[in-house]
Every structure is written in structure tokens, then in C-alpha cells.
């Protein structure tokens, strides 16, 4: 430890890549957690747990119904274990929330919880570790952000925090890019890789495109 905090203060090492362990994954959160929910299944004799909603609180998140993500992340995980007729529920609700060691990086924060459906008690001995999704991608697909937020510029990777920023002014301020000779096609920008156009007719042999008007539009890319 102490010398990989002198390479730091050298500037050998990055810090960036020092940090990078701290960073998780929303599989990697969900593979933590299918693990203590296990744990206290076997200490309370159930064989499975069914898997409930996980929702977003706070004005930040919005409408982000990335709640099912959660849940398919950990159904992954659990494998056999899950199970919609388990007594056991694992719920819970996510927030995005500020880094503790610098605020200038948001993260999302998820709260488990476990039920036992038939008495409608919290299971005390449920105990799960801190679950922060630091992973830029999630949390971009987690906020449903329109635009792109790419790793990489021109060859070179974009550093841990600019990206995480990027993606925090986008969640504020999406964009809509409305374009083409009939102004049909939207996207989020003019370097936008998809663009979205719909199509009016009588029939699916007799369509024509339906100019678009600036309204309330999100679009989200490939991040």
C-alpha cells in the first residue's frame, strides 16, 4: 500500500487506475448481494427467495424504471434460488446519490431489503453490505440518459470523472435533434449513431414519414 501511494504522489500510476477497484459494476453489486441473501437463507431454513420491485426515490431519478434491471442482474445471480413462490422477498429501492470522497461524482446507492411474506416482517438477520453502482455505463442506463456518453475519444479513454460528469449534465439536460429534408428524423444530437422516424399510412405498404415537432423527447443510444 505504502508503495503504490508513493507511485501516486510521483504521478507513476494514475489515479484513475488506483481507484479502479472501488468502481462496480451493476452485475458485480448484484453478485455481492445474491450472496448474503443466500447466507441468510440458510440460516433461516428457506430454499428460495422471490424476487420483488426495486424502485428509484428521489427527484434525481425521475421516472427511471431501471428497477427491472436491478432485478434481472440479480435473478442471474441467485439462479435456482429465485423463485416467485418463495415466502422470502428481496426488495428494495435505489437512489443517485453523491460520491462521499468527491462530490463532483454521483453514484447509485441500492437498499435491499428482505421479507418474510407470510408475517410481513423484516428479516433482522439480513444484514447486506453497502451496494454503490460506480460503473458509468450502468449508471447511465440506470438514468436513462439521452445521448451519447462514450468511453473513448478518438483512441484516447475518457477519464472516470469527466464521463461521470457528462453523463450527470445529460440526465439534466437531454437533448433532441430534429433533422432530414422532411424533418422526420430525431436523435439526441448531430453525432447521434441511431435516429428514430415514424412512419403514417393506411397500410404497411403505404407509409410515409410524419415530420417531427419539438416536444418533450429522450433518446437513449448505445453507451
Known sequence: MKILMFLLALGIIPFSSARAEEIKTLQVIAAELAIDVKAVLNKE???SVRIGLFSPRGAALGDANAGLAICAALEKELGNTANPEATFEISGYFLFIEAPKDTRIK????????????SGETVK????????????????????VSGRVPSEKEGVQVPYTERNQEIQKIH?????????EDKSLISSGP???????????????SMSPRPAREIALKFQENI
Open 45 to 47: 431454513n428457506q430454499q
Open 107 to 118: 453514484l447509485i446507492s441500492v437498499k435491499p431489503e428482505l421479507t418474510n411474506t407470510k
Open 125 to 144: 438477520a439480513f444484514l447486506p453490505k453497502e451496494l454503490v453502482i460506480g460503473g458509468n455505463t450502468d449508471i447511465a442506463r440506470i438514468l436513462g
Open 172 to 180: 439534466k439536460q437531454p437533448t433532441t435533434f430534429i433533422h432530414g
Open 191 to 205: 453525432d447521434s449513431l441511431y435516429d428514430v422516424q415514424i412512419l403514417v399510412g393506411p397500410s404497411p405498404d
